[in-house]
């Protein structure tokens, strides 16, 4: 079955080589159309991540207040999730839902080159000789040979660095900022590590898919952020005091009478 379906992938990028005529825009145009599919699960995981940022300074008062009574602080947060909206499963289950395409899409970019299809063509418009080829191959050929690898191998790495900072950029909470950005830079070396032995039609596709995150998720930040603006306005609205202007009417004076 599993096979099945990852013959079923490797049909649609072979229609899209077949209308474009290269392997490695049509690896481009199918993770287009992979991340539009999975749009609004993104959005969804996106939304929860902005919303958990939003109260995480809460989260650690009542870490630090009932740390000697766990019964008493899940009550807490129990109580502070239902007033903030908030689902901690909102984030987990899209990426859940969404993992056995991009497994799948994975390991047929993995195995592209073993396919009779491919027939050796495996290109991507000449920048990229062969997709197949990994960076710690393409440098034994030269320098000359590494340099396409290379700035695959920097955009891999470089796309899941620049979410966990574009993320913590707002933070006030100094402590989790530089805790995120450590586990940024070991993330990113881990990355580079990876993609040295990974096929470079993997590195196109995993690039690829996460710029189009980082754009999606910053879409997402931006009109949740433009809508807690509107509700903080709308708030103050509320609560502004009314001026009320009293004129007081000028008495006339009474004509005197003469004697």
Not at 71 to 93: D, H, I, S, T, V
Not at 159 to 167: E, W
Request: charge should be positive; glycine fraction near 6%.
């Amino acid at each position: 079955m599993w096979d099945v379906f990852k013959d079923w992938i490797f049909d649609v990028i072979q229609f899209f080589y077949n209308f474009c005529g290269d392997w490695g825009l049509a690896i481009i145009i199918v993770t287009v159309i992979f991340r539009i599919l999975v749009a609004p699960l993104m959005h969804k995981q996106a939304k929860s991540s902005y919303q958990m940022q939003k109260i995480q300074p809460q989260i650690q008062k009542i870490q630090e207040k009932y740390a000697g009574d766990q019964a008493r602080m899940q009550q807490e947060m129990q109580r502070l999730y239902a007033e903030a909206k908030f689902n901690p499963l909102a984030g987990c289950l899209p990426m859940l839902l969404q993992m056995p395409i991009f497994i799948a899409l994975f390991q047929v970019l993995r195995e592209m080159g073993d396919r009779p299809e491919v027939a050796g063509n495996f290109t991507f418009y000449n920048v990229v000789p062969n997709l197949v080829t990994t960076p710690s191959q393409a440098a034994a050929e030269g320098f000359g040979t590494f340099v396409p690898y290379l700035v695959l191998m920097i955009v891999f790495a470089g796309a899941t660095f620049a979410p966990m900072v574009l993320q913590q950029l707002r933070s006030e909470n100094k402590q989790q900022k530089n805790q995120t950005m450590i586990m940024a830079v070991i993330m990113t070396l881990l990355m580079l590590w990876i993609s040295w032995s990974s096929p470079a039609g993997v590195l196109l596709f995993w690039g690829t898919s996460s710029l189009i995150g980082i754009a999606q998720n910053q879409g997402t930040l931006y009109f949740c952020r433009k809508a807690d603006r509107q509700r903080a306005l709308e708030a103050a609205d509320e609560v502004q005091p009314i001026d009320v202007v009293v004129e007081r009417k000028t008495k006339k004076k009474r004509p005197t009478k003469n004697h």
